[in-house]
């Protein structure tokens, strides 16, 4: 060691080594800074040839990692890129976007990735998004965190979670990592992001579904410096800018593909059931296991197969103890309808439903009662009737509720019971409605309304790969109207419910006045669970 070295203090030391990896040496880094050899949190995979000899040690990063982060190294050194000249180099954006199943660590990826960029470029500018704010705060930024606090510089970087941001103390405002939640009306935000002297940098998590205004604004920050630009998510969508990463831009991208199976630290037993489930070739399996983007043409949630063969289809015998379900849908615009579907389990055919255009709450709720009136009339009292209470049919479901019907409020953006499935209540209603139709008993009559409607919504996957239904304003950019009498329908799937007698019917009916009445006759309205079947 020269006489200067012994004259520096270890954090000297220690930042002096750290400028040996600045010009690629990354996967070097990785293996140098974190404490592979004693931190049990950490060791998860053991490193695999050629990667295992190269350093000697037994844990390190997945292949994927390693790979990743040689390729960065090579492409680093061969930009030589140097911050006291920025002029003179005349370099490419260093792009990276990776697609993936669940479950490979690329959180762990993301979070050695900032650790690298930020302990060896001074005053280096980054910026991590990803598709939501809880996303972003409680994995993408938590877990850079996690790794920026065990590493070997973690005492000159000061880190709030709260505030989203990573800085380095000895130049807190030039020299940092930031977490910004996107917002389209935000995003010349990601264009202000500039190093000159330095690396300026943007990684993306979820990135399949983060808007493509922000990632293409975001290329705006990188026009000066040693830009970097880094996307991870799941395929989830086969458009966007995300996708042409894969596609169109290709060439301007490293791309990388990283099937669950391949990576140690996933369950192959629950990979298997998935794969067991929707089969092999399923868009479930390509997007959640082999990181695939679903096929070109297949967003379409219901094909036309299942609907015209409930058309087709024999009626069965009725089951009498089958509940009867009503599903009303509440008209919000003026060309929409307001509709009235009924089904008796496979059986959504027998009774006429029921549509207009035009009606005030009051005079719907009316028309609703009446259909109810008549149901019971004709021996099929109704064990539930599931209303659309979002904005205006909230007051149709006062209504019914005064009047003594048993009314269920339902809103089609609340959360899914099913979570791990659907993003939220309409999704999974749509998804039970599309089970009900593969079930080879499901019975519709020939509307070919409600068949287009059924037909037409497309669906995709959140980055947590929950269905989510195609929005309503997406529906009609694409010339569509709105899907009400299929929503109608879907209603009836709200929420599991037992049949109902004729003797329950008129008791209801008795007491409309109660305050505590319970329309799915439960005897505590305050432990009333609407899952519950008696």
């Given at each position: 060691?020269?006489?200067?070295?012994?004259?520096?203090?270890?954090?000297?030391?220690?930042?002096?080594?750290?400028?040996?990896?600045?010009?690629?040496?990354?996967?070097?880094?990785?293996?140098?800074?974190?404490?592979w050899?004693?931190?049990?949190?950490?060791?998860?995979?053991?490193?695999?040839?050629?990667?295992?000899?190269?350093?000697?040690?037994?844990?390190?990063?997945?292949?994927?990692?390693?790979?990743?982060?040689?390729?960065?190294?090579?492409?680093?050194?061969?930009?030589?890129?140097?911050?006291?000249?920025?002029?003179?180099?005349?370099?490419?954006?260093?792009?990276?976007?990776?697609?993936?199943?669940?479950?490979?660590?690329?959180?762990?990826?993301?979070?050695?990735?900032g650790?690298?960029?930020?302990?060896?470029?001074?005053?280096?500018?980054?910026?991590?998004?990803?598709?939501?704010?809880?996303?972003?705060?409680?994995?993408?930024?938590?877990?850079?965190?996690?790794?920026?606090?065990?590493?070997?510089?973690?005492?000159?970087?000061?880190?709030?979670l709260?505030?989203?941001?990573?800085?380095?103390?000895?130049?807190?405002?030039k020299?940092?990592?930031?977490?910004?939640?996107?917002?389209?009306?935000?995003?010349?935000?990601?264009?202000?992001?500039?190093?000159?002297?330095?690396?300026?940098?943007?990684?993306?998590?979820?990135?399949?579904?983060?808007?493509?205004?922000?990632?293409?604004?975001?290329?705006?920050?990188?026009?000066?410096?040693?830009?970097?630009?880094?996307?991870?998510?799941?395929?989830?969508d086969?458009?966007?800018?995300?996708?042409?990463?894969?596609?169109?831009?290709?060439?301007?991208?490293?791309?990388?593909?990283v099937?669950?199976?391949?990576?140690?630290?996933?369950?192959?037993?629950?990979?298997?059931?998935?794969?067991?489930?929707?089969?092999?070739?399923?868009?479930?399996?390509?997007?959640?296991?082999?990181?695939?983007?679903?096929?070109?043409?297949?967003?379409?949630?219901?094909?036309?197969?299942?609907?015209?063969?409930?058309?087709?289809?024999?009626?069965?015998?009725?089951?009498?103890?089958?509940?009867?379900?009503?599903?009303?849908?509440?008209?919000?615009?003026?060309?929409?309808e307001?509709?009235?579907?009924?089904?008796?389990?496979?059986?959504?055919?027998?009774?006429?439903?029921?549509?207009?255009?035009?009606?005030?709450?009051?005079?719907?709720?009316?028309?609703?009662?009446?259909?109810?009136?008549?149901?019971?009339?004709?021996?099929?009292?109704?064990?539930?009737?599931f209303?659309?209470?979002?904005?205006?049919?909230?007051?149709?479901?006062?209504?019914?509720?005064?009047?003594?019907?048993p009314?269920?409020?339902?809103?089609?953006?609340?959360?899914?019971?099913?979570?791990?499935?659907?993003?939220?209540?309409?999704?999974?209603?749509?998804?039970?409605?599309?089970?009900?139709?593969?079930?080879?008993?499901?019975?519709?009559?020939?509307?070919?309304?409600?068949?287009?409607?059924?037909?037409?919504?497309?669906?995709?996957?959140?980055?947590?790969?929950?269905?989510?239904?195609?929005?309503?304003?997406?529906?009609?950019?694409?010339?569509?109207?709105?899907p009400?009498?299929?929503?109608?329908?879907?209603?009836?799937?709200?929420?599991?419910?037992?049949?109902?007698?004729?003797?329950?019917?008129?008791?209801?009916?008795?007491?409309?006045?109660?305050?505590?009445?319970?329309p799915?006759?439960?005897?505590?309205?305050?432990?009333?669970?609407?899952?519950?079947?008696?």
């Amino acid at each position: 060691m020269t006489q200067a070295a012994l004259k520096q203090s270890p954090g000297e030391l220690l930042w002096g080594r750290a400028g040996e990896f600045r010009s690629g040496q990354v996967l070097d880094y990785v293996m140098w800074s974190f404490p592979w050899d004693t931190e049990p949190s950490i060791q998860l995979v053991k490193l695999v040839e050629p990667w295992a000899s190269r350093y000697n040690c037994e844990w390190g990063p997945d292949a994927w990692c390693c790979e990743f982060f040689d390729w960065l190294g090579h492409e680093i050194h061969d930009n030589a890129f140097d911050p006291l000249n920025p002029g003179e180099c005349d370099i490419p954006v260093i792009q990276m976007s990776m697609k993936s199943g669940h479950g490979v660590g690329k959180g762990a990826g993301v979070g050695m990735l900032g650790c690298y960029l930020m302990d060896t470029r001074q005053d280096s500018m980054g910026i991590v998004t990803a598709n939501t704010g809880a996303q972003l705060r409680t994995k993408t930024f938590a877990e850079i965190i996690k790794w920026r606090e065990m590493s070997q510089l973690s005492r000159w970087w000061q880190c709030s979670l709260g505030d989203l941001y990573i800085r380095n103390t000895m130049n807190p405002a030039k020299w940092r990592l930031d977490g910004m939640t996107w917002r389209e009306h935000l995003a010349q935000a990601f264009a202000g992001l500039h190093a000159a002297h330095s690396t300026p940098y943007i990684i993306g998590d979820e990135a399949s579904t983060i808007p493509e205004v922000i990632l293409g604004t975001a290329q705006g920050g990188l026009t000066d410096g040693e830009a970097m630009m880094f996307l991870f998510g799941n395929p989830t969508d086969n458009k966007g800018y995300f996708y042409e990463t894969f596609h169109k831009n290709k060439h301007r991208w490293h791309n990388v593909t990283v099937d669950s199976r391949d990576v140690q630290i996933t369950n192959k037993v629950k990979l298997q059931e998935w794969i067991d489930d929707n089969g092999e070739d399923s868009d479930y399996v390509r997007i959640r296991v082999k990181g695939e983007f679903p096929r070109s043409g297949t967003k379409q949630f219901i094909d036309h197969d299942l609907v015209d063969d409930a058309i087709a289809r024999v009626l069965p015998d009725p089951l009498r103890d089958t509940p009867v379900v009503v599903g009303i849908d509440v008209a919000r615009f003026g060309g929409d309808e307001s509709v009235i579907a009924v089904r008796r389990g496979p059986d959504a055919r027998t009774i006429p439903w029921k549509q207009w255009r035009g009606l005030d709450t009051m005079q719907l709720a009316s028309r609703a009662a009446i259909f109810c009136d008549e149901l019971v009339a004709v021996g099929w009292p109704p064990a539930a009737v599931f209303v659309d209470g979002t904005g205006v049919g909230a007051g149709v479901v006062d209504r019914l509720l005064q009047l003594g019907y048993p009314v269920v409020e339902v809103n089609f953006g609340g959360r899914a019971d099913d979570r791990e499935h659907y993003g939220n209540r309409s999704a999974e209603m749509w998804g039970l409605t599309k089970k009900w139709l593969e079930g080879q008993e499901a019975c519709l009559a020939k509307d070919n309304t409600l068949a287009d409607q059924l037909c037409n919504r497309d669906y995709s996957y959140s980055g947590s790969m929950q269905l989510l239904m195609e929005k309503k304003d997406d529906m009609r950019d694409r010339s569509l109207e709105s899907p009400d009498r299929a929503d109608a329908l879907v209603l009836t799937f709200a929420y599991p419910v037992a049949p109902q007698t004729m003797e329950e019917t008129d008791a209801r009916r008795t007491c409309m006045e109660d305050a505590d009445f319970d329309p799915l006759g439960t005897t505590d309205a305050a432990d009333f669970d609407p899952l519950e079947v008696n």
